[in-house]
Each structure stands twice: as C-alpha cells, then as structure tokens.
C-alpha cells in the first residue's frame, strides 16, 4: 500500500515537472501582430475578422442536438419492444416522452423555438 501511494506521488511529482518545463520552454508568442491578424492575400483586412456571435442560433443548435440523440435513443427501444416485457417497455417509453415533452414545453415557454425575436 505505501509502495502504491509512493508511486503515485512520484508520478504526480514528474508530470508536474514536465508541465512546468514545457510551459518554461514553450516559446509561443502571443502579441504578435502579424500572427494574430487573419489572412488575405497579403493584404490588410477590409473589415473586422471576428463576426458577432448569434447566441440564439447556437441554442437553436444545441436544440437539434439534444433531440438527434433522443431519437437516437429511441430507435433501439423500438428495436427491443418484442424482446422485453411490455408492461415495462411502456413504462420505460412513456416516461422518455414524457421527459422530452416536457422538455420541449420548457423551450417553448422560454421562447427558445422562434426563430426571430
């Protein structure tokens, strides 16, 4: 046991050092001008590079996602429906759709569904 504990302090100990020395040696330089400037041909840029994030749209995103892995998650449950008992299949089901409906009522009521505001 103290020789397990030994060794994981050892190992902890050198992966600092490691760490320390790469951050030490590193000689990445971040206020370059040129480096942090985007590229056109060599050309100073016309307009600003960072385009102002749409916050909505990334929910929007975030929205599709969350229900592509629950149909995801649905498709095998389709798939066992013979295999399982039903009284159990249905139970586990209907409490899935009832989490997504709810779910979907809260973006609704949020006001997370319309595209426009």
Known sequence: MILLLLLSIIIIIISNIMMMMSIILSKKSNLDREKCSPFECGFD?????????????????VIFLIFDIEIALIFPMILTMNINNLIIW??????????????????????????TN
């Open 45 to 61: 840029p016309k307009s600003l590079s960072r385009i102002p994030f749409s916050l909505h749209f990334f929910l929007i995103t």
């Open 90 to 115: 249905y139970k586990v089901i209907f409490f899935f759709i009832i989490i997504l409906i709810l779910g979907l009522y809260h973006e609704w009521n949020q006001n997370m569904l319309n595209w």
